[in-house]
């Protein structure tokens, strides 16, 4: 090799040297010097920021049976600014996902959009067949893209195992709060957490690795109701809808040494897992929020009230006057004539005469008007439900001659199903007027209780005397008089019937063709664990009298279901 030729093969040498001995520098740089930064570069890359919709809590039965749960659900959605053909994808999906083209094609228009929902709430087969066509082209990612174009994401469904039970009460569950009802509306700020934002691992062409593990739970709601008692109370009150046709009808059972609410039945009804194709009529919940005139069953609250003042005893001789009494400018019927006849007696066979004498000649207008709102009505209970009705009792300025009169016999008065058990209840636990309430208790998912309710009494309304002597008079009523269908076997029942005639919306005048029936009465008699009220709304088929429509629903529900409160 002559001079040159080695002098070439030596400087080419060191620039070899010089080039390997600087990328060795530069790689220690990068390795060691630069570690942390391009590890923190390198991580961000590969990670980014999603944010995870939350379910609501579940709610459950006092068993600990679940009323309403959350069951995962995909959504399908897509990336319009990413995906070039339109119609062509377009005429894919519609078929996959049960929509139009049309339809499709208003969720891709917006060329500014990122991401769009397509549809939520996906059966099992739409999302298989949006996962296959993620696959495919126009959707399938090119070598160098980064944007996903179609993809599936997971939701909650809320879901009622079962089915109608409980339904206006529970309500249901919506992706926009404002079209929640129910129970799902009052409890989702315990029961709905916020969309969380979470960091997640991605690939490089910036796809999710695997499912962000969190606990998103909503807090869980355990009611008060017993949904073994319930389903006694639908069946009973739907085989009495079956037989006597009635615009509507409920039932309520709460126990009455608490307030706790055990059961509520509403017809017609609605089955939360078909939302969409509930009428509106059959999601209200008429316990709470429909008053009505009570008529007959609001005879006892008078004389109770009436027997704790000392004004009369339960065998106090009352003249009703052989069924035709004039008070003032109104002349009163009863429907058998009675001459005088006792206390215990103008309740036990439901005497207008004697109820109304009560009311006008013994306790007079200030005090039967003080007797009313002692007993809660006029005022709402505080139940924790929404949309309590207060039904309705005139202040006193606006009474008359005819209210003092009207009132005992439970007309010129509205109440609801719930303030008239609540009322009775109070009756039946020597004379303390409680709170109703159906959620009974609510705990985080760490156990830690953000609501813990028991029982709240309002008022003492009666004496523990006159409280037992108008059960006793209440056990007549079952025995011998009006409500002898609610008897049950080797129990026994103390309750009071109702039928009120309706008032013509176009005459605004008593009519003698619709009647509401009702019965309220509570078992064990004398130590009560059970109060029920059922209200039937114009029956049909013949019979309308509460002691012929309404109070076999009663001895039925308690033959029944007694044995779940003992």
């Not at 080039?19 to 010097?33: A, C, K, P, T």
């Not at 039965?61 to 959350?70: F, H, K, M, N």
């Not at 009974?440 to 309002?458: E, F, H, M």
């Amino acid at each position: 090799m002559d001079q040159s030729s080695r002098r070439r093969a030596v400087v080419l040498h060191v620039c070899f040297c010089a080039l390997f001995l600087g990328l060795i520098g530069r790689l220690y740089y990068i390795q060691v010097r630069q570690h942390d930064a391009f590890k923190s570069k390198a991580i961000d890359g590969a990670r980014g920021k999603i944010e995870i919709s939350t379910p609501p809590g579940a709610i459950y039965d006092r068993r600990d049976v679940p009323l309403a749960i959350s069951c995962p659900i995909d959504a399908a959605w897509a990336n319009p600014q990413a995906i070039a053909d339109k119609p062509a994808a377009a005429r894919l999906l519609a078929p996959a996902l049960g929509m139009t083209e049309a339809e499709v094609l208003t969720k891709l228009g917006s060329e500014r959009l990122k991401f769009v929902f397509l549809k939520h709430h996906l059966t099992p087969e739409q999302s298989a067949a949006v996962k296959k066509l993620m696959g495919e082209p126009p959707f399938k990612l090119e070598r160098r893209a980064t944007d996903q174009r179609l993809g599936l994401r997971t939701e909650y469904q809320r879901q009622y195992p079962n089915g109608s039970a409980l339904s206006a009460v529970l309500g249901h569950d919506s992706l926009e709060p404002s079209q929640r009802e129910g129970l799902e509306r009052t409890l989702a700020q315990f029961l709905m957490l916020p969309p969380k934002s979470v960091t997640v691992e991605k690939d490089g062409r910036q796809q999710m690795i695997g499912a962000p593990s969190v606990d998103l739970n909503g807090a869980e709601a355990k009611l008060t109701i017993d949904l073994l008692l319930q389903r006694v109370v639908e069946e009973e009150l739907e085989s009495a809808c079956a037989e006597f046709h009635p615009k509507w009808a409920v039932a309520v059972a709460m126990n009455p040494k608490t307030g706790e609410i055990l059961a509520i039945a509403n017809r017609p009804t609605f089955d939360p897992n078909q939302f969409s194709t509930a009428a509106p009529e059959a999601r209200l919940n008429r316990v709470v929020s429909v008053p009505y005139e009570p008529g007959s069953t609001l005879k006892p609250f008078t004389c109770a009230y009436a027997l704790d003042l000392n004004l009369i005893k339960p065998e106090t001789m009352i003249d009703c006057e052989n069924g035709l009494w004039t008070h003032g400018p109104r002349t009163l019927h009863d429907h058998h004539p009675y001459s005088k006849i006792t206390l215990a007696d103008v309740i036990k066979f439901s005497s207008n005469i004697g109820a109304a004498k009560v009311g006008a000649q013994i306790l007079g207008q200030k005090r039967l008007y003080e007797c009313m709102k002692r007993w809660g009505f006029g005022e709402r209970t505080g139940v924790d439900m929404p949309a309590e009705d207060s039904g309705l009792l005139f202040p006193l300025a606006r009474w008359t001659i005819y209210s003092e009169t009207s009132v005992p016999m439970g007309h010129e008065i509205s109440v609801t199903p719930l303030q008239l058990c609540t009322a009775m209840s109070a009756i039946a636990n020597g004379g303390t007027l409680y709170r109703p309430y159906v959620v009974r208790r609510i705990a985080s998912t760490d156990g830690t209780l953000l609501v813990d309710n028991g029982p709240q009494a309002v008022r003492r309304v009666i004496g523990a005397k006159a409280s037992r002597e108008m059960i006793e008079i209440l056990k007549g009523v079952v025995k011998e008089g009006t409500g002898k269908k609610a008897a049950m076997d080797g129990v026994e029942v103390a309750g009071k019937t109702g039928t009120s005639q309706k008032i013509d919306p176009k005459t605004k005048q008593y009519t003698h063709e619709k009647y509401i029936a009702s019965f309220v009465g509570f078992a064990p008699a004398d130590d009560a664990k059970v109060c029920i009220a059922v209200v039937l709304d114009e029956p049909q088929g013949g019979s309308y009298y509460g002691g012929a429509v309404a109070a076999p629903v009663v001895g039925r529900i308690l033959q029944r279901g007694l044995v779940y409160v003992k």
